[in-house]
């Protein structure tokens, strides 16, 4: 991958920024097998993977139709309605039903593309981890940690799958047919302040400020916020701010007093307490 | 691994039980040389992983010393000091600070002996994964989705570490010096609990019973609990009864009704209800 490639900011970047904040809850996870006249008609109510193993699956979404192969791998978004079936041979595949998201906004993903299928020869390395790990968790009397197991092959596929999108490589071809309720909230409103504080760190920004970025009346921005991200706007530039702290701090070329100014922060105290608070160590001590 | 290994139960299984609520935070990650007369003098403020890529770490913690070679992983837990040197030709490993936790419990795992060398034959296959995960993302720039893979890669090493330890194969033999805070609680006074919900699914359980098995006095033992474990009791019993209802589905050879009655529900109807907020689907459609 080219210098590039990897700078390129996207949208789908926040992220990567607020990956400490992003918890999987995995609801089931079960490996299936259907013979030839298998026909599904469903909508999930969670996010749901399929990694099919073998035949091919026929999934039709908003009427138009897609072919899952071997190895690829399936990204259903919630209620999205669709008709499944596997003419000819049948087909088996190991489905995972789950939540993704950041404090009580458990779907975070819904406005991107990221419902399709991923080719098998895109995400062959993190669909074998995953399927090793189901594999080890489907032992008889659950072997110690294998739960944990699951948890870490599906957090590598999703990060693959974002990193993909990241990229420019895949695009889900679902129709998301996503229609958000008003109470929701909509991450592509937020994205000119994820810009905006990228770009301002280092000046204090008011909320008055990102609420007009948004279009969002001041007395209903903060909430907004936190429906759609999860994390209030403060706790966001907190999370950002240290983010870039840590980034500074491993150049080993800045002083914390450059540091504290690169950040917005009034004086080198004020900045060593917030990283503190947040890394438990001084930033004099934290490389 | 026989089925018996499987079936053992063991203290550490409450992880596993647990898997849903269990976070990682990672707070710093990086490789590090030194050269033959690096001397460190050193307690650690959070959990810390060492993963030796090249020479040699002797490490000692309560007048003992260890040896660490490539490929071996270092777990220290926080607030124990140690002094390690690389005698000789030097050494270089990559490093992971973070914290293991569940809800604000964030050190979890401190009445488990865990810290030690894990030897290169027991965790070779995830100690890779992390390395694969370390360095995609310290990729330029910040490669969308690279901070999810590292915490995947260290889900995955925990997962190890911990499934070693419930399996008699690892534990670990660094002193630990813990002297845990009266307010933080401890899970081994939990422990007759676990075991004692684990066998009476099947009836209502009092606050006070559960007390008693603990030694607690009642006006305590919730907030005693929370501090050692992170959740509540009730949240406890009604995370092991839902992981159980799961467990009887993917059997498919029980009715809704006999799973209420197994786990101690009065009818079916306060099951599926009790069912349907964890899951977003009512037990019969659920497999």
Not at 5 to 34: P, Q, V, W
Not at 53 to 67: F, N, P, Y
Not at 125 to 144: M, N, Y
């Amino acid at each position: 991958m080219s210098q590039s490639e990897g700078k390129r900011m996207t949208d789908i970047g926040i992220f990567n920024e607020l990956s400490e904040y992003i918890a999987i809850r995995i609801n089931s996870c079960r490996e299936e097998s259907h013979d030839g006249d298998w026909i599904e008609h469903k909508a999930h109510n969670d996010y749901d993977l399929w990694f099919v193993q073998a035949g091919t699956v026929r999934i039709q979404i908003g009427g138009i139709e897609h072919t899952a192969n071997p190895g690829d791998v399936v990204f259903f978004y919630p209620q999205v309605p669709y008709m499944a079936a596997s003419p000819g041979e049948g087909c088996r595949f190991i489905y995972v039903h789950f939540d993704y998201g950041i404090g009580g906004q458990q779907r975070i993903l819904g406005d991107f593309p990221l419902s399709g299928i991923v080719a098998h020869e895109r995400i062959r390395e993190e669909a074998e981890l995953f399927r090793g790990t189901f594999i080890r968790s489907t032992q008889p009397g659950g072997v110690p940690g294998s739960r944990l197991y699951l948890k870490a092959g599906l957090t590598a596929v999703m990060a693959r799958i974002i990193e993909l999108h990241g990229l420019g490589r895949y695009t889900g071809a679902f129709v998301s047919g996503r229609n958000p309720r008003k109470s929701e909230g909509s991450l592509d409103v937020l994205q000119p302040i994820f810009k905006y504080v990228h770009d301002h760190l280092h000046r204090s920004m008011k909320m008055s400020e990102l609420a007009a970025l948004a279009g969002i009346s001041e007395k209903y921005f903060i909430s907004y916020f936190k429906k759609a991200l999860g994390i209030t706007p403060g706790q966001y530039i907190y999370q950002v701010k240290m983010n870039r702290a840590r980034d500074y701090l491993y150049e080993k070329k800045h002083t914390v007093q450059q540091i504290a100014g690169y950040l917005g922060y009034p004086d080198p105290f004020t900045f060593s307490k917030a990283f503190k608070k947040y890394y438990n160590v001084p930033p004099s001590k934290f490389v």
